[in-house]
Every structure is written in C-alpha cells, then in structure tokens.
C-alpha cells in the first residue's frame, strides 16, 4: 500500500495556458478525457514559466454558462428559451481562462503523507491536488485514485 | 406570499420572497485580480469582504474594481485598499417596500442579509433580484391583461420602453481612451456607454464588466475604447413592449438595454433590469396605479 503522494499520483496529464479560451480548454477536456480513457473534470492551469497558477474545473465552466437571471426564469412561463444554450455557449467561449479559474490553489508535496490528502480533501472539498516540487507541478493526485488504492487495503 | 394590490404590487412582501442566498464573498486578503475574476465568475456586480471571523467588512463593486484601474493600481493590491464598509443590512423578514428605501437612500444597488449572527451575510438582495417577483405578480394578477385574452388590444395596452426607459443616452467616440471612458461612467454612474463612429452611428458598446477584464489581462488604460468594445449593441425599438424588453434581457443574459427609435444605429435611451425593479409595477397597464403613486 503506498503512503505518500509520490506513489499515487499521475505524473502524465493535460494543462491549460492562462491565456486560452475557454472555447480552447473545452478542446483540452475532451483529449484529456480520451487519453485518460474517463471523463476528466478539473485540468491546472500552468503558464509559461511552468508556475501552476490556477485551475479549471467543471464547476467554474457551470458557473459561466449559468445565466445571470436565472433565479426570474421560475417566474416566466412564456419565455421562449429556444437557442439560449448555444447563446451562453457562445458568450463563454470568448472568455479566457485566467478570468475564472480557481486560484487560492491547494497544493501538496510529493512526500504529503496520504491519510493528510485524505484528511485535506474531506476538509476542503476537492477532488485533485497538484503536486508541487521545486515551485513545479510534477503530479496530480486524485481521490478516485487514493479511493481505489484503499479498497485494496480495505478487502 | 404577500398580496396581489395594486396600491403596490411588492406591498406585503418581505425580503426573504427575493433575495438570494449565495452570497459571493473574498476575504481581506484577496487581491483585486481576485476580485475581478469573482465578478467575471459569478456574474455579479459586487463581492463581499469578510474578516477573519467572517463578518462582512465591505464591498467591493465593478464601480470600485474599475476606480483601481483608473488609479493603476496594481493587480496583487488587497481589495481592503478600494471596499466601501460596512456593508449596509437588512434582515430577511424586513419588508421589500423598506429594502427598496433604504437602498435608494444610500443610494446603493444591494442590500446584504443578516442572519442569525450580526454581520455575517446569509443573503444578498439586489434590484433584478424583485424583477422576478414582478413577472410572478404579473402572472398571477387577476386583472393582468394579456391572460385576459384580449389580443390586440390588450397587447397596445401594455407599457411600451418608451415609457420606461431612461431617455437620452450618453456615447463616448470609439477612439477616446479607457481613461476617458472610465471618467464619463464614473461621472454620469452608469454601467456602459455605447461608443459611436465618426458619423454619429453606434458601434458598439463598453461595460465596467469589459473595463476591468481589460484590467485584468494588462491592457494600457490609454487605449481605445474600440478595442474592448462588444458588438453589436443589444437594443430594441422604443415601441417594443416592457414584457418583450425583459425576455430580450433574460435571453442574451443582460441587464441592460439601449432603446432606439426606428433606426438601430441611433440610440434614444436606455433601459435596466434595475429600472424595472425601481418602477415597482408589472408588465401591463394594470398596474398603473402604483406606478403613478411612486413616480
């Protein structure tokens, strides 16, 4: 059974530059997803001195597509509504990466004991943590995967 | 659920019926650049600033954002250095009558709610919040004329954005600076400014929300405004019904919209999702009565 990041981690994945669209990260999702063979629902952001400085997730593209007014919407029955997918749609592929990606990051190093993984992802509600060596991201450790190497131990 | 009147169709109503509860909120130590991207991400036009206990220290706006880029200040600055504090509150059992006054006589857009501990924030009401329960009374209203069925009649009955709407529009020339623009809504407190060509016509328009993504992404405040502008403007003709106004609005994802007369590249006014919360009166002449009242 593994006991720190380093041996759970995937060291091969997809990032996103802070300048790209979101119409662009939408693109990086799905390769992401095919070459990791699942459907991935977060990728780091990483700019061009290799500092990770933000991430993407599901969550944040949610949030962008999810209309302003939505909360009136209740209240309009005769709204036609035909086509207002593909209008927010199009307003968000504009909008850059930088502008909604999460940035208070919760990193962890290579060494992070993982019952303290656990314990961070319980705590703050995240699903993946970068792991950071030398101001780099050199892994990502998932709770699928921490979940998976447990069962084992758990059988 | 308060009562369908029409001495005032909010009459009864406590800010509870409207208000939201998430509540998009920084804390001091977040920087501007924070603060932008929370606005940008939530769609909103302000952030609470909590302290370390969590209790509302002050509000940040797109207003205040776009001040720090007219000052140039830098990104990473704390958002302590540009909130406007204490957050004024309400509680959720106040009546929408009393929250309305209170936000016009600090002449602020969103009241935050109070709940069960002093300062801290469990809701936040802000004009469009109130749209929604217009329509709902709207819908509702015994005497509302378009369920009545009285086709066209009926539909030459109902207020026209003429009627509503703001009239004059202020433009800026599409090769005046950031900074300029920046001066003229600060100026005139608007939200966005429709920029015209040399001809006179309209080419687009310029938000705070595009002034302070520009701020983000490092753009020099001396350049054009042509350069962050969106295009084309969204706008309706002045004869368009206030119900037609609000499904453009909630459709394209806006709260605000320029009225033209006839000709589309030439503006005659301006009409917010706030205005229609400020009227406090429905879609259709049956409410016509309040609306006198509080004009």
Redesign the interface.
């Known amino acids: 059974m593994p006991t720190v990041a380093r041996e759970v981690m995937e060291t091969s994945f997809l990032s996103l530059s802070p300048q790209a669209t979101i119409a662009e990260a939408g693109e990086v999702f799905r390769r992401a997803a095919d070459t990791a063979g699942r459907t991935v629902f977060g990728l780091m952001v990483i700019d061009e001195a290799g500092k990770p400085v933000g991430m993407l997730s599901m969550y944040?593209i949610f949030?962008?597509i999810?209309?302003?007014?939505i909360?009136?919407?209740?209240?309009?029955?005769d709204?036609?509504?035909a086509g207002?997918i593909d209008?927010?749609c199009a307003?968000a592929k504009q909008?850059?990466v930088?502008?909604?990606?999460t940035?208070?990051l919760i990193t962890i190093s290579p060494e992070t004991h993982l019952l303290h993984v656990i314990d961070i992802m319980i705590k703050r509600h995240v699903r993946r943590l970068p792991v950071i060596e030398d101001g780099r991201v050199v892994g990502l450790v998932y709770m699928s995967r921490v979940f998976r190497r447990l069962l084992e131990r758990l059988a | 659920m308060g009562i369908v009147d029409h001495q005032g169709v909010l009459k009864g109503l406590m800010v509870q019926d409207a208000m939201r509860r998430q509540v998009i909120r920084l804390d001091q130590q977040a920087s501007l650049a924070d603060a932008v991207r929370a606005t940008i991400k939530y769609k909103v036009n302000a952030v609470l600033v909590n302290d370390a206990a969590g209790e509302g220290v002050g509000v940040v706006s797109k207003t205040d954002l776009m001040g720090a880029y007219y000052a140039d200040l830098p990104l990473d600055t704390p958002v302590t250095a540009v909130m406007v504090g204490p957050p004024v509150f309400c509680s959720a059992t106040d009546s929408l009558d009393d929250a309305l006054d209170r936000m016009r006589e600090h002449r602020i857009h969103r009241l935050y709610v109070e709940g069960d501990q002093p300062r801290r924030a469990a809701g936040v009401l802000a004009y469009p919040d109130i749209v929604g329960l217009l329509y709902r009374f709207c819908n509702q209203c015994e005497r509302n004329l378009r369920r009545q069925g009285g086709g066209g009649t009926a539909l030459a009955d109902r207020f026209t954005l003429r009627e509503v709407m703001t009239p004059g529009v202020y433009t800026h020339r599409e090769d005046d600076s950031l900074i300029q623009v920046m001066e003229g809504l600060a100026a005139h407190r608007f939200g966005a400014v429709p920029l015209a060509n040399q001809e006179g016509v309209t080419v687009g328009v310029v938000s705070k929300t595009d002034l302070i993504a520009a701020y983000l992404h490092g753009l020099p405040a001396a350049g054009p405004a042509r350069d962050i502008m969106s295009a084309p403007v969204q706008a309706c003709d002045q004869e368009e019904t206030l119900a037609s106004a609000l499904h453009t609005m909630i459709f394209a994802d806006i709260h605000r919209l320029f009225v033209y007369k006839q000709d589309p590249r030439h503006l005659v006014g301006v009409f917010s999702l706030s205005d229609a919360a400020r009227i406090r009166s429905g879609t259709c002449r049956a409410c016509v009565v309040s609306r006198i009242k509080i004009g």
Request: hydrophobic share 40%; net charge negative; proline share 3%.
């Open positions: 944040d949030l962008l999810r209309p302003k007014h909360h009136i919407w209740g209240e309009m029955e709204l036609d509504v207002i209008r927010a307003k909008v850059r930088s502008d909604v990606m940035t208070d």
